[in-house]
């Protein structure tokens, strides 16, 4: 298949499909929102579950290609420099400290951009997306917190083209921006910068609810949650309270089907076609992972950078052992009994891997899950869809299959 989509505007005779219909990624669709426009013209070579293309992306965005002999670039992705920060008075109601939407107000209010795409939620429910092009702050910040469920943020992409804007910031995690890359050229932009998130383990709504039934004490109750650097997921309820409950306590018979086959297929969790990407697994705990990829990310940090503390990142441990014995317990569904679970929290926290090495760890486990299932529930696409970098990573452990 082609790389990237030649300059033709052809897709303005192509019809967005209805809600509900079949997407031509079928089970493995994301839901990115690219087939919600007449963008759906260039589905074929776009979508990121048909058409697996990072070397050409990443040479197109980047100006090279992940080199495959650095392993740091097999993980991170092409990058200029990482850091850990935080916001020196974070935003309240932020996922972490609140860098990505304050970039995007900076941004925004400094002229460089006219609009940013990013997602609020839909008025009766905090969890279900209502994907946007803000113009204002506030519309930015009333974005802000995850979306811990699938998201149509191309879906405005049409209304992109109509606006008649010409700078744009959009805000994403891998699938989406994936699809963006491989139409940016139509969109009519003179400058758009890529301000990405890490994503992982995504949910339709309903496969959200079963987590939160599944997992929290007070479902009903919870306004955000994140799987932290510590080992523990930690929800925050509406009165303020947080609860943890340790990766190993969670349900993983019942949980095993609630991820949406688009992230068990995944090899992009690191965002590696955004400028810049905030995330949180390569920092220390209460700190937030930074990844400046090319010249525009590091336009959009000096956007905010006097607004925030800066840390080099760090890396301790061996992750490998844990990784290789995570692969049969997960197989098999272990849950420990929740007082084990708590022990055994404490102390991988305690020797576990750490800031970089734990992005390594996690990327490792959420890779060699992701390869098994490829190889099992689709075997002939995983030669293609499987990038390379990732094969390298999943090449460092032994598979059941490959026993
Ligand atoms: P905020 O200022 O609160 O802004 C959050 C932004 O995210 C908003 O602008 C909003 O538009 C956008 N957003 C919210 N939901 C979605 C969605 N579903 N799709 C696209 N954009 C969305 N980081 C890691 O390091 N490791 C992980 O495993 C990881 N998993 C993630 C899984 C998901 C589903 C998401 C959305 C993010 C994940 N992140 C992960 C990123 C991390 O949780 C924070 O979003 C990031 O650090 C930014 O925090 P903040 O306080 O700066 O963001
Ligand atoms: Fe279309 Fe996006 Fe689904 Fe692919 S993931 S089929 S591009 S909506």
Redesign the pocket.
């Known amino acids: 298949m082609t790389s990237t989509v030649p300059p033709t505007r052809a897709h303005h005779k192509a019809r967005a499909l209805k809600p509900g219909r079949p997407r031509p990624a079928k089970e493995l669709c994301s839901e990115c929102g690219l087939c919600d426009t007449h963008y759906i013209h260039y589905v074929k070579e776009a979508c990121a579950f048909l058409n697996q293309q990072f070397p050409d992306l990443e040479a197109q965005t980047h100006g090279r290609s992940r080199d495959l002999e650095s392993e740091d670039d097999w993980y991170f992705g092409v990058h200029e420099e990482m850091f850990a920060a935080r916001k020196r008075e974070p935003?309240a109601?932020?996922?972490?400290?609140?860098?990505?939407?304050?970039i995007?107000c900076e941004m925004l209010t400094q002229g460089q951009v006219e609009g940013v795409v990013?997602?609020?939620n839909q008025p009766r429910d905090r969890f279900q997306?209502m994907p946007i092009i803000a113009r204002t702050p506030e519309e930015?910040l009333a974005?802000?917190?995850?979306?811990?469920?699938?998201?149509p943020?191309l879906s405005v992409l049409e209304q992109v083209e109509q606006s008649g804007m010409k700078r744009l910031l959009v805000?994403?995690?891998g699938c989406?921006i994936q699809a963006l890359r491989a139409v940016e050229k139509e969109l009519g932009l003179e400058k758009l910068y890529v301000l990405g998130?890490?994503?992982?383990?995504?949910v339709t709504r309903a496969g959200l609810q079963k987590f939160l039934e599944t997992t929290s004490k007070s479902p009903e109750t919870v306004v955000h949650y994140?799987?932290m650097q510590d080992f523990r997921v930690h929800f925050k309820h509406e009165d303020g309270s947080i609860e943890t409950v340790p990766f190993f306590g969670l349900n993983t018979k019942e949980l095993k089907d609630v991820f949406a086959p688009s992230c068990l297929s995944c090899f992009d969790?690191v965002n590696g076609l955004a400028d810049l990407v905030?995330?949180?697994?390569?920092a220390p705990f209460g700190w937030?992972?930074l990844v400046v990829r090319n010249e525009r990310g590091r336009e959009l940090l000096a956007s905010a950078r006097d607004q925030l503390e800066m840390q080099p990142v760090n890396s301790q441990g061996d992750r490998h052992q844990a990784v290789q014995q995570s692969i049969p317990a997960y197989e098999a569904g272990v849950t420990l009994p929740m007082w084990a679970a708590r022990l055994m929290g404490v102390i991988i926290e305690k020797i576990g891997p750490k800031g970089l090495e734990y992005?390594r760890f996690?990327i490792d486990s959420h890779f060699t899950r992701n390869y098994l299932y490829v190889q099992r529930q689709h075997p002939e696409k995983l030669a293609a869809h499987v990038p390379e970098f990732a094969k390298r990573i999943v090449g460092q452990y032994k598979l059941p299959e490959n026993q």
């Open positions: 935003i109601g932020a996922q972490w400290t609140g860098i990505v939407s304050t995007a990013c997602v609020q997306p930015i974005a802000r917190v995850n979306k811990p469920t699938l998201s943020n805000i994403g995690v989406q998130t890490p994503c992982v383990d995504n994140e799987f969790y905030v995330g949180y697994m390569g937030q992972w992005a996690s």
